[in-house]
């Protein structure tokens, strides 16, 4: 079992920054990759950026340049530092952990990311 705390949304203004944070516990051993995703108002959940055990990243066209994925020395604990924020990036994000073993997916609670003047 893997457990998933997220932290770090809240509301910016066009052009701000923010950091999230993906806090990971339990089976860790398991994990081979570790993400992001968001969903708009309205819209359906779409990819931010993934980053795998090798460092290598997949990062959305979407957000180059402006958000970037990272992950920490032991691989638990993965951050989406956003800057130049824009008012389209406002959405629910969603950390993701992926594993070798069933469900292969662990999906955190959510964090609120408002960028709004």
């Known amino acids: 079992q893997v457990q998933l705390v997220e932290s770090g949304g809240g509301l910016v203004q066009p052009g701000g920054s923010l950091r999230l944070s993906c806090a990971a516990s339990g089976s860790i051993f398991s994990i081979y990759a570790m993400g992001w995703y968001r969903q708009p108002p309205g819209k359906q959940r779409e990819l931010v950026a993934t980053?795998?055990?090798?460092?290598?990243?997949n990062v959305a066209d979407s957000v180059k340049g402006r958000l970037t994925i990272s992950r920490d020395n032991a691989k638990t604990t993965a951050y989406l530092q956003m800057n130049s924020l824009k008012p389209e990036d406002t959405a629910v994000y969603y950390c993701l952990v992926a594993v070798t073993t069933t469900p292969y997916n662990y999906w955190g609670q959510g964090t609120q990311v408002t960028v709004s003047s």
């Open positions: 980053i795998n055990n090798g460092g290598g990243t």
